[in-house]
């Protein structure tokens, strides 16, 4: 039976009370990103590649602390204007079906705060873009959470031992 119409783009948004320098660098540092990346998911991100340059790899690689199946993802950022631009192709590995993909973040300044707004285009079903809307509000309520401290992070001491 064929599926039903659905809207192959997937668009999120929140507004996050912090400047748009500290979610692109809560976004973009890999060892903040961890600290962050799926925890109302219940998720540990065990690896995490964000070369935010035209041509830099993405990958993501996340758990359930709980035990289960990994999640996979990679992708190469075409979009690149800090503070404001992300882009990047999102593809997810392994599994029975493939997802290949593309999301847009974007950061808007807007009062004291920010407008944070994931685009994600090329769903291939209504199933997929359930998935995706779910996890594009999870991910931006943990950025939320992360930028107002209220969950723990990592110091910079931590984040350069990581990066060197």
């Known amino acids: 039976m064929p599926e039903a119409p659905f809207e192959s783009t997937v668009i999120v948004i929140r507004a996050i009370a912090a400047p748009r320098e500290a979610l ?5 540092t890999p060892a903040w990103m961890q600290a962050w ?13 964000t070369e935010a340059r035209p041509g830099g790899a993405l990958r993501y690689a996340m758990r359930p602390r709980s ?5 996979r993802v ?4 075409d ?7 992300l882009g990047f192709s999102w593809v997810w590995q392994g599994g029975a079906e493939r997802v290949d993909t593309h999301a847009t973040v974007t950061f808007e ?8 707004t994931v685009t994600h285009r090329g769903q291939p079903s209504a199933r997929v873009a359930a998935i995706h809307r779910q996890g594009w509000t999870d ?4 950025l939320d ?7 723990p992070m990592p110091t910079l001491r931590d984040t350069l031992a990581a990066l060197w």
């Open 79 to 85: 979009l690149v204007e800090p503070p404001a631009r």
């Open 74 to 77: 990679a992708g190469v950022f």
């Open 109 to 116: 300044a807007e009062g004291a705060g920010t407008r944070v």
């Open 37 to 49: 990346w799926g925890a109302s998911e219940g998720g540990e991100l065990f690896d995490c590649v």
């Open 67 to 71: 035990g289960g199946a990994e999640e």
């Open 139 to 142: 991910m931006l309520a943990d």
């Open 145 to 151: 959470r992360a930028a107002s401290g209220a969950m």
């Open 24 to 28: 692109w660098a809560l976004w973009t």
